[in-house]
């Protein structure tokens, strides 16, 4: 049973790294400590397989405590991580001379404590495993030479099953042992190593930093912390690699070989860097999301309060985007969005940071500014990129109004500036748009559009305008619709039918999303009821939670309410919850979910890899399934990446015993791919676009209660999409 040494000063530090430390295995065995000395004490009697120290503590600093630690016989070699919230060198070099293995920055992220906790736990096992073969190789001499010969033959037959590349050199740098696994990874047989200069088998430049490092070993006598090498293997593909060095002593103490242990890990820190891309890029254009975009504002605020920085947040809406996409389809807005962020990026160059933040929205953060005269040029040369009126085919010609705020004159917080560049956003498209205006303290919120919107959408609900269309959901092994989403529309008196784009950011931003979202519920639970009465079939619902929803108290006790009231089946109702609802690992939605599933509801994540996609939420909540989002299922016959992406999530998915449904699927290619890869479920255009309750009836009548199928929608359809 791994033991993991927890030692902070804050309490609330001490319960996440023990509630993160019990997700690395089941049986782990976790011990916190306030105080660092008694910490010390109970190291003096037990051991530990790994050791998590705050810096910072009012009696004794991490650095000085990994001094410590390093200073007792059964500690000496265990890892130890070095948590602080200072960004400065100067404290990871004194935590790593005292001995420290790894070093974290806090407030830590979840996916990289636990890749490298579990790393430095599987190189703990690695090395007790080895030491104690290694205790064999020094055993009494007595023993007869031939079953001393027996023995370390035996001993490396053992070695030779580790997935791990060892070997051992004398003091002059030779081999004295080498593994099998090691041997076959430069092509020879451990015969032909042993005897040779390490050159032989490392290369010239690592073989001199591996000499470099024995020295030091057998100065101090120590082992060293296992730490991050790349190399180039010999068909010259780079490759990462942990490595420890350990002394190997005689019958007298006196060291005579170094033991050297590589351990590859490439290809989980591949899957780590595009879960971390994933989760910190826009999966359509590449450039940061909003939460990258955060970090980034968080770093120049920082900057700013160290020196005289000052800097401006650009937040850029394109004017006639909604009217291009409707006209011309999501496949064409989808392109001029790839072009706008390319142009974006293009015009201001690697120092500012462009981002999108979701739908027909950017932010571009321009550092180092002199003063509000810089801001206004940026401004102006978006809007002459933007509004680019000549005929050649990569004009745009989508115009923007832009909101200018400045840092720190108009705020120190990340979500307040973006806040008040929303705001001053907004007051440029008020007055006509294609134009920008720098924020200001006494601006209003929003522009007169906006307010008749809000005004019309408070009496939509009296009005019953609002209604619900559905769209099927098609299970890939027996080809028939098991469910559906219910997905909101708005019967404008005015403006026709709007889709959810149309109202729903501003009736979050209003509070009108929580009565809406009541109705939305009652209403998808009474015509599920409803169908199956009729006699087609049980099918489940899916009804998607606004954050704010979700947040609230009672969410329970309104799903239980809308359940007994429409006679619905708890089991036939899905909660679809967005990535955002689940950041933060709240102690309220998690006991909210527990409840909601101990009623027999489902829960999902929709939009699965647009936002905050984690493995430490995934695992941390009782989901049962993970809808990939239509932006990436759109490129999978043409873009590599866009497969290995949905394989990545299907893999996860399955791995974490979820199931798995693919959204926007409109092509057969794209249907024969998802089969191929083990998807679940799918939803998409190809069976049928989302249609109204009487239409839906229809429609499942003609193709629910058999093999699903039918053909592509056609163009009228695919006008209206979601």
Known sequence: MPAILIIDDSSTNRRIYSRLSRQLESNV????????????????????????????????????????VRATSGNRDVPIIVITAYNDQQYRVTSLESGATDFLLSPVDHVEFLARARNLLRLRSQQILLARRADLLELSLSAKELQLRESREALAQVIDTVPAMINATDRDGNCVFVNAHQAAFVGKAPSDVVGQPIEALLGEER???????????????????????????????PRIYLTSKAPLRDASGEIVNILTTSIDITERRHAERRLEHIANHDSLTGLPNRMLLRDHLRRELARGRRGDQNFALHFIDLDRFKAINDAHGHHQGDELLQRVAQALTELVGPSHTVARLGGDEFAILQPDIDGPDDAARLAQSILDLLSNGDDTPDALKIGASIGVTLAPRDGTDPDELLKNSDQAMYLAKSIG??????????????????AQLESDLRGALSRQEFLLHYQPQIDLRSNRVVGAEA??????PQHGLLAPDAFLGLAEETGLIVPINEWVLNEACRQGAAWRAEGLGDLRIAVNLSPIQFRREGVETLVREALRTSGMRPTSLELELTEGILLGYDKQIVTQMQSLRALGVTLSVDDFGTGYSSLSYIRSFPLHRLKIDRSFV???????????????????????????????????????????????EVQGYYFSQPIPSEAFAVWLTQHGLGEAGGAPATEKEHAGRR
């Open 29 to 68: 065995n976790v011990r916190s400590f306030e105080n660092p000395r008694k910490a010390l004490d109970w190291l003096a009697e037990n051991t530990a397989d790994l050791i998590i120290t705050d810096y910072k503590m009012p009696t004794m600093s991490g650095a000085e405590l990994t001094t410590a």
């Open 207 to 237: 073989a001199h930093i591996s000499r470099r490092l024995d020295q030091l070993v057998m100065k101090t006598g120590r082992a060293i912390p296992t730490r991050e090498e790349e190399a180039l293997a010999p068909n010259g593909e």
């Open 433 to 450: 748009g294609g134009t920008w205006r720098f924020f200001a303290a006494d601006m209003r919120p929003r522009a007169s559009q906006t």
């Open 487 to 492: 997905l909101l529309r708005w019967q404008h």
């Open 634 to 680: 759109q490129d999978l016959g043409s873009d590599p990446s866009a497969l290995a992406i949905v394989r990545t999530i299907i893999d996860l998915g399955h791995i974490l015993h979820l199931q798995v449904l693919a959204e926007g699927v409109e092509e057969e290619s794209q249907l024969a791919l998802l089969r191929s890869e083990g998807c679940d």
